[in-house]
């Protein structure tokens, strides 16, 4: 295999394409699972690079810039599928009853589609002349070159492979001992605060999940310590201050009076600071956006005066391909957006709303594309602000299109502009997310001498295939499970995913529409958002940017519940000692990689298997086709998941230090 990168090295191949396309169904999958569950999705690029240089090891020609293509293409699973963040609102509105094909795949792919072509001209100015950190660009780069440099690097491919099986492994067997009852799925304890008629309540919970301490090592510590100051302001102030001033009525446990107030008050302040911190985000990237268009414009001038020849290395699309494939898919958008509408009550406003829709889709695109890549450089794209960004995006959307509507308003009217927005929401986060995912693959790029139209064209793909998988699985799992906060007339299970990110979207449109929106939680939300902002400004000040706390993650932790952001919290924590334990150890880096594929494997193995769960469940018929009955107590199930989820997550930490000792050996 070659590391060298020669003035034409081996990039996009049939070889390449496949394998990426094939790792691309597959993460997919899995990460619209996790998405629906707990409302967080991952980067796939790490794992998809460590797959890709062990199976393509057999091939003595195989490049590293090969390699890339692979991670680049498959990169699109784990962006894409932040989709269902919004899509699910339109069962929970109950304008679909199943999810169609041809709407869901044509959203995302022309929404996948503009966010290359968006975030393409920032590549100078946000990539090749920035001195933004893109950990996660920069950690595929550093896989793929240590991968492909020795014996030693062959050595721990196969070994970063094996990371990934025992992972996935692991989780899938935890899973499934959940879904058999041996296991509870969540540990939780929730009591008063206080005595008397005004007491208030609170709790915590932590869902038996592998997949969730998987997220929280890949989120790392400054991610983690930041939910764990969102679980405090929520759990232990705002949700005993709130219920201690709505007490609860006779016969309402602690449990239920918790519950109650944080999914109706405090998780809308939770989305106030989101709001806030990608507003705050958005004002400060005024400068880099338009230096990124005037770096690509004297690009093009530059190599017209060459004669058109630019290096390998710094040859995009030609900006006025990017242009042209903007304008041309504005017809298929502009036929999506009309089928939408067409047959239903805005048929008579339909010309109105498909340019409004068109508008926004263009304007508000390239905004958050430009957010989310900027984001994906500054800490990442599994902590870009995607919430944020369709928080923003549903409020604008929702305004935009109530305006055209208000002429007609009723109840079938309001619900159709709801779902409206909805839908054109969609196609803006679908920019969003591929815009995210776009720069930290040119970083990748960059550092391993790829040529960026070519990885460009790689990730097209990918989003091509990404969008033929969306459909299918969500319409599996929404006849499997269902929704919380859907009618679910087709489902078979009567244990609904949260679908949380869906959830709030919805809740916003149809509050910013039927005219009952909480603006006052929103904006109480919004000022704490903006008192995080001044502390993470002045805490990143005061220690020369060596510490942070993230606002974006201090309001996830606020508006996502409990059970999801504790195993988070726990997979950071439990991260940053196994790093700390492996520093200057003889193999300790590679350690820590082994670390890093094993936590992915955690998040893949869980979440296949749930999708292959629902698979079993709509076969069957049954909403729980492999529980067993047994003796066990609630309480017993509790610990039985506690210990064995200790014993494998310590287990494979231990693994990974001997593999990583073995391949430096």
């Known amino acids: ?32 699972y996790l998405g629906l569950k707990v409302g967080l999705t991952f980067a796939t690029s790490i794992p998809a690079a460590v797959i890709s240089m062990a199976l393509l090891s057999a091939f003595k020609d195989a490049t590293i810039q090969e390699n890339n293509i692979v991670q680049t293409i498959a990169s699109a699973a784990g962006t894409l599928a932040s989709v269902i963040f919004v899509l699910p609102g339109l069962l929970m509105i109950g304008w679909w009853a199943k999810v169609p094909f041809w709407p869901t795949f044509g959203a995302c792919a022309i929404g996948g589609v503009l966010g290359v072509m968006y975030t393409m001209p920032l590549r100078r100015a946000l990539v090749s002349q920035s001195d933004l950190p893109y950990p996660e660009g920069v950690a595929a780069a550093e896989v793929l070159k240590v991968g492909m440099a020795s014996r030693a690097g062959a050595a721990e491919g196969k070994a970063g492979l094996w990371a990934v099986i025992w992972g996935s492994v692991a989780s899938a067997v935890f899973a499934a001992g959940a879904a058999v009852k041996l296991m509870a799925g969540e540990v939780a304890i929730y009591f008063r605060t206080g005595f008397g008629p005004s007491a208030g309540a609170t709790g915590i919970g932590a869902s038996s999940s592998l997949a969730l301490i998987g997220a929280g090592h890949l989120m790392g510590i400054t991610v983690g ?112 957006l009309s089928s939408f509408l067409q047959g239903g009550p805005l048929g008579s406003l339909a010309v109105p709303l498909v340019v409004v829709g068109i508008g926004y889709i263009l304007v508000a695109g390239i905004f958050a594309a430009a957010v989310c890549g900027y984001m994906a450089g500054l800490i990442g794209s599994s902590n870009s602000p995607v919430s944020g960004i369709a928080i923003l995006t549903i409020l604008g959307a929702a305004l935009s299109v109530g305006m055209v509507g208000r002429s007609i308003m009723g109840p079938e009217v309001a619900q159709a502009l709801i779902a409206y927005a909805l839908f054109v929401t969609t196609v803006v986060l679908a920019v969003a997310v591929i815009g995210n995912d776009n720069l930290q693959d040119l970083k990748t790029g960059q550092l391993v001498d790829a040529t960026p139209w070519k990885q460009q064209v ?49 809740t916003l449109a149809k509050g910013v529409i039927g005219g009952q929106l909480r603006w006052d ?29 993230p606002p974006l ?4 932790a606020i508006y996502l519940p409990s059970a999801v952001i504790t195993p988070v919290c726990i997979g950071a924590v439990a991260g940053y000692l196994f790093d700390r334990a492996m520093e200057h150890k003889v193999g300790g880096d590679t350690a820590k990689r082994l670390g890093v594929l094993v936590m992915s494997g955690f998040i893949v193995g869980e979440s296949l298997f749930n999708v292959a769960l629902a698979g079993l469940i709509v076969v069957s018929g049954k909403g729980e086709p492999l529980a067993i009955a047994n003796s066990l107590s609630e309480a017993q199930t509790m610990v039985v998941a506690l210990i064995f989820g200790i014993a494998m997550v310590w287990g494979l930490y231990r693994w990974s230090a001997k593999s990583g000792r073995s391949v430096a050996a």
């Open 458 to 506: 790689g990730l097209l793909i990918g989003v091509v295939a990404g969008s033929c998988v969306v459909p299918p699985v969500l319409e599996l799992l929404n006849h499997a499970n269902g929704f919380v906060g859907a009618p679910n007339l087709n489902s078979i299970s009567d244990q609904p995913l949260a679908a949380p990110q869906a959830l709030l979207i919805s």
């Open 1 to 32: 295999m070659s590391i060298a990168a020669p003035s034409n090295p081996k990039e996009i191949t049939v070889r390449g394409i496949i394998l990426g396309i094939l790792i691309t169904l597959v993460f997919t999958a899995a990460q619209v």
């Open 553 to 556: 993650g201090v309001g996830l």
């Open 521 to 549: 939680l929103l904006g109480y939300g919004a000022i704490v958002g903006l008192v995080l902002v001044l502390i993470n400004f002045a805490l990143k000040k005061s220690s020369n940017n060596k510490y942070s706390l």
């Open 225 to 336: 310590i930041a939910m764990l100051a969102g679980l405090v302001i929520a759990w232990g102030i705002m949700v005993p201050l709130m219920t201690s001033l709505s007490p609860a009525a006779a016969g309402v446990d602690a449990s239920a009076h918790a519950l109650g107030i944080w999914s109706k008050e405090v998780r809308m302040m939770g989305a106030g600071v989101i709001g806030m911190a990608a507003i705050i985000t958005l004002a400060g990237l005024a400068k880099p956006i338009f230096g990124g268009l005037k770096s690509a414009m004297e690009s093009a001038r530059k190599a017209k005066l060459n004669g058109g020849v630019l290096d390998r290395t710094e040859q995009d699309l030609p900006i006025f391909v990017v242009g042209l494939v903007t304008l041309l898919s504005m017809v298929p958008a502009g036929w999506l």
